[in-house]
């Protein structure tokens, strides 16, 4: 992949480099900046996702868009449908209770361990899963014995959380703010699920790939964001009419079997894209508004305005991420 390099980046490693030579301080005393990593530019990103159907959304197209700027990228995944921190955790400690045992071989077969073993990762990722991720205590101690327990198989590869999204704002059901409560409105899912993912990420001293903020941004804007249509019969649908959903970035509803869906919570081909432009410009760090690849589903001016809101939430969360 061809990227520019920065004079103040080059001076940095520069004056890595003597230290390290030097003795003048220990290699593990080194802190590298956020979204900085030493790894051979020429080799592909070797990437490791631990999380759900959400990760599965966020990182659609980050295949395409890796290929489109001449790169490479290997992707590991242990995902499971709804799975959270705790979930992943408690799979991962009945394998090392016993390695025999199915209930810690929940990866299509295999464990946590022996998928992170395959090779060396530069990157993993982690997340809470969505109906959780608004309570902050649902994170914990989750998410740091899942942290210790990735570092000691790759103590080399960074670790980054994937902050998810609110559901859309017609939703019937938000996520928990606490037990057996749930957020009122997308607004409050998303500023909670907000907090806690940066609370833990702080804790954890890892970086964010703000793809909630981002849906979130989309989704409030006057002009951009999915408005409910007020004209369509909801107590009287008629197949396969739907309803006007311009501008989501969530499935919605949908005809199957002569029945009508409702999907508040995943991501349509709208939404997956602009999950993979804030993947791609937090990872490689390239201008997602350079990207040409459009899915053929999301219309070119409705795209243009994602490549925006992508490369602005991934600025200010390496603001924000200067400050770990």
């Not at 001076?11 to 480099?17: K, T």
């Not at 979204?35 to 999380?51: E, Q, S, V």
């Not at 990228?73 to 499971?80: D, K, T």
Request: aromatic share 10%.
């Amino acid at each position: 992949m061809n990227r520019q390099i920065y004079p103040h980046r080059l001076l940095w490693f520069i004056l890595l480099l003597i230290t390290l030579q030097t003795g003048a301080l220990p290699a593990s005393a080194i802190k590298i900046p956020p979204g900085n990593t030493l790894r051979d530019k020429n080799k592909p990103l070797r990437l490791f996702i631990i999380g759900n159907s959400f990760s599965q959304n966020a990182a659609r197209y980050l295949p395409q868009l890796v290929k489109e700027n001449g790169g490479a990228l290997i992707i590991g995944r242990a995902e499971l449908g709804g799975c959270s921190l705790q979930r992943h955790w408690e799979i991962a400690a009945a394998y090392e209770a016993d390695p025999n045992e199915p209930a810690g071989k929940q990866y299509k077969g295999k464990s946590l361990k022996m998928l992170l073993s395959e090779g060396q990762w530069d990157v993993v990722t982690i997340q809470q899963n969505s109906m959780n991720s608004s309570d902050v205590e649902t994170y914990r101690p989750y998410a740091r014995k899942l942290y210790d327990y990735i570092k000691a198989i790759q103590p080399q590869a960074e670790i980054v959380m994937h902050q998810t999204w609110a559901y859309r704002i017609d939703s019937k059901n938000f996520g928990l703010v606490q037990k057996e409560q749930h957020a009122q409105t997308q607004r409050e899912m998303w500023e909670k699920s907000r907090a806690a993912y940066h609370t833990i990420a702080d804790e954890l001293k890892v970086r964010l790939m703000p793809v909630g903020d981002a849906f979130y941004q989309v989704s409030s804007n006057s002009k951009w964001g999915y408005q409910v249509d007020e004209k369509y019969d909801f107590a009287n649908p008629v197949a396969p009419n739907l309803p006007n959903q311009s501008n989501s970035l969530h499935v919605g509803y949908t005809w199957k079997d002569n029945k009508l869906g409702f999907d508040s919570n995943h991501a349509n081909a709208a939404g997956e894209f602009l999950g993979s432009l804030v993947w791609y410009a937090s990872l490689f760090n390239q201008s997602p508004t350079k990207v040409k690849f459009v899915p053929e589903q999301v219309p070119a001016d409705f795209a243009h305005y994602l490549k925006k809101v992508a490369k602005a939430e991934v600025k200010k969360a390496k603001k924000e991420a200067v400050k770990i």
